[in-house]
């Protein structure tokens, strides 16, 4: 498949948006503001790869539309798909979704959600409560 290409920004995250089937520089450029949005936020480590946004050849399709971003954020690659009826829909869904795991990727996820291991399968020992001496040292 080729597609032609809509060139990289000049930014802290080079991501290029391509297109592939008739897609036109309408959808191309509200995509580009979306994905940019998402990208180019302060505190997000360096961010490069592509977007393709594709419209299927054939009419009968229930969902014409795809999206699929290949990022790499920091060491981490994001990888994000999407399908839906009309550029729009799919290119806001494609940001949701790249939101999500973006954030994912450039924070490490979200510690509150790790497994504690307990402290008889030899995890870190609770704290003592407050005014009570800690009597379980041998």
Known sequence: MTGRDAGARDTAAVVQVRAEG???EEALAYARS?????????GLPVVTG?????????HHAEHPWSAVADLRVGRSVVVVHAQEATSQEVTDRLQDRLRRQVER???????AHRPVTP???GGQPAEAP???PDTRSA
Do not use: F, L, S, Y
């Open 22 to 24: 008739e897609v036109g």
């Open 34 to 42: 979306k994905i940019d949005a998402v990208v180019n936020r302060p």
């Open 50 to 58: 592509e977007v393709r946004i594709a419209k299927a050849a054939a």
């Open 105 to 111: 990727a450039a924070h490490g996820g979200n510690a």
């Open 119 to 121: 402290p008889w399968r």
């Open 130 to 132: 407050a005014g009570r």
